[in-house]
């Protein structure tokens, strides 16, 4: 069965760092994307990037490139995504997802990471 | 950047009518390669993640239940529910994986048993 298991909730403070994982379970793990989606009920679902587990590949949003850091360590399926300086503004629920190529859907989703960021 | 725009934001079904909800993109999302449509539907219930559900524009998912269906092309697609559910309480989600620089999603539609 494909999963895409992600770790707990965080709660941090404004400046601080954080890495979240989402591990692949039930596939070839190299053989697609990993895709990381912020969620607020303010903007709903957007796009931060995506990572090719087989080389590395990273494409980033616009909106995110240079806010997020997305990484691969396919030797334990798994994808990161990291802040080296949250604000509040970073508070969200994250998935990640698969896909099968950069131009197809997500078919599966990891079940969430709440990041709660507050002084 | 591709803009999706789904319609309406809410809406109200008795079970067992019909449900349609909309999206429009500002840019077609027509893949001459292939000639698909690059255009996915999700279902969101509360505490869970999306669940892809129709992708190619009108392509059930495994497991998806036929009363779901899609249709459309170039910039207007629609998500058809025939006959609603209960379980079909939601919030669905279109997004066009036509700009592989940015994806994007709908805003999100609300469907609510009436």
């Known amino acids: 069965e494909v999963q895409l298991v992600q770790s707990g909730a965080e709660v941090k403070k404004p400046g601080e760092s954080l890495k979240i994982s989402c591990e692949g379970f039930g596939y070839r793990f190299s053989n697609f994307w990993i895709a990381w989606v912020r969620q607020t009920p303010e903007k709903g679902l957007e796009w931060l990037g995506i990572?090719?587990?087989?080389?590395?590949?990273?494409r980033y949003s616009p909106s995110f490139q240079g806010q997020v850091t997305i990484s691969v360590d396919k030797s334990i399926n798994t994808a990161f995504l990291q802040w080296s300086g949250l604000k509040a503004s970073d508070t969200a629920m994250y998935y990640c997802?698969?896909?099968?190529?950069?131009?197809?859907?997500?078919?599966?989703w990891g079940q969430g990471t709440q990041v709660t960021v507050s002084s | 950047d591709i803009v999706m725009t789904q319609s309406p934001d809410s809406l109200a079904v008795s079970l067992g009518e019909r449900a349609t909800i909309n999206c429009k993109s500002s840019?077609?999302?027509?893949?001459?390669?292939?000639?698909?449509?690059?255009l996915a539907w999700y279902q969101q219930k509360p505490g869970q993640p999306p669940r892809l559900i129709i992708f190619?524009?009108?392509i059930r998912e495994s497991g998806v239940p036929d009363r779901f269906s899609g249709s459309g092309s170039g910039t207007d697609f629609t998500l058809t529910i025939s006959s609603l559910q209960a379980e079909d309480a939601a919030v669905y989600y279109c997004?066009?994986?036509?700009?592989?620089?940015?994806?994007?999603f709908g805003q999100g539609t609300k469907l609510e048993i009436k």
């Open positions: 840019q077609s999302v027509l893949y001459r390669s292939n000639n698909k449509n690059c």
């Open positions: 190619w524009a009108s």
């Open positions: 990572i090719s587990p087989s080389d590395s590949e990273t």
């Open positions: 997004q066009q994986y036509y700009d592989t620089a940015m994806y994007s």
């Open positions: 997802a698969r896909h099968v190529a950069k131009r197809s859907p997500f078919d599966y």
